[in-house]
């Protein structure tokens, strides 16, 4: 079970977190979890006003029948997060259904271990540290949406892109990335730019792929972009030319990184890489 929309977003009236996993995605992903379902259930002002007992009663008990309820160790319901894991244990006594508090989580040992958690796995991205994001995550991060018409300068500079504007809440940290694309269950190894272009029009931000050796039209197309290594920064070059060279280095560079990888995680791209 999971809140639609954030309940930061309801608070703040307007969209403010930066959303690791949205939910078309978070129904995709469950059942490679083994999960049968998911509950989205709306976050609205009557949710919100309910009491930690009220949850229990009406969501967990009354609509949902729930006989087992698993929440981590920092897990907070209800009004004003008057509802804990220990208050939940004793509801499940009540109530008749089991309970689960799953232990926190540390990633590393020692003086480097860190708690595995939905703000830690945003930090590292907004640091561009995608192999720290991923740890958190199981996952490599991803991001989808619909391709769109951009000013096709990619294009005329050799190097045609696929554009997708994230929302405007996504902060993963600018630079040039290389990336895996899906496209109507096909994967291509590609390199992409997440940025504002500082060379060209320093416009908002845009995710910019260009999927490498190959051509054709993606636009109004779906697209998953699944991020695998950080090229490097984003910056701003003294002119187009050095701006063109340094892209047809940043392919080389991903062409290289997405090969290695291939070997072990993406049997789907070792046939075109």
Not at 218 to 246: N, T
């Amino acid at each position: 079970m999971t809140f639609e929309p954030h309940p930061a977003d309801f608070f703040a009236a307007r969209p403010v977190a930066f959303r690791l996993t949205p939910a078309p995605e978070k129904a995709e992903i469950c059942p490679r979890l083994g999960l049968d379902g998911i509950v989205f259930l709306r976050f609205d002002a009557s949710l919100a006003a309910m009491s930690a007992e009220e949850f229990v009663e009406k969501v967990l008990v009354a609509r949902l029948g729930a006989a087992a309820v698993v929440v981590g160790w920092d897990f907070h319901f209800g009004k004003g997060r008057s509802g804990s894991p220990a208050t939940l244990a004793e509801a499940g006594q009540r109530h008749g259904f089991a309970v689960e508090i799953v232990a926190k989580v540390e990633s590393g040992a020692g003086e480097a271990a860190r708690v595995v958690s939905s703000s830690a796995i945003r930090k590292a991205l907004e640091q561009g540290d995608l192999a720290a994001a991923a740890r958190g995550l199981g996952r490599n991060y991803s991001v989808s949406g619909q391709v769109i018409s951009g000013q096709r300068l990619g294009r005329t500079l050799g190097v045609p892109t696929a554009n997708i504007a994230l929302e405007p809440t996504n902060r993963l940290a600018h630079g040039i990335y290389a990336v895996v694309a899906r496209v109507e269950g096909r994967a291509f190894p590609a390199v992409a730019s997440f940025g504002t272009r500082p060379t060209v029009d320093d416009g908002p931000p845009l995710l910019e792929v260009h999927l490498l050796d190959f051509d054709g039209d993606l636009y109004g197309r779906e697209m998953q972009v699944e991020f695998i290594e950080r090229i490097r920064d984003e910056r701003k070059f003294d002119s187009i030319p050095s701006l063109v060279a340094e892209m047809g280095r940043d392919k080389e560079r991903a062409r290289a990184i997405l090969a290695a990888r291939a070997k072990s995680e993406f049997g789907e791209l070792r046939q075109i890489l």
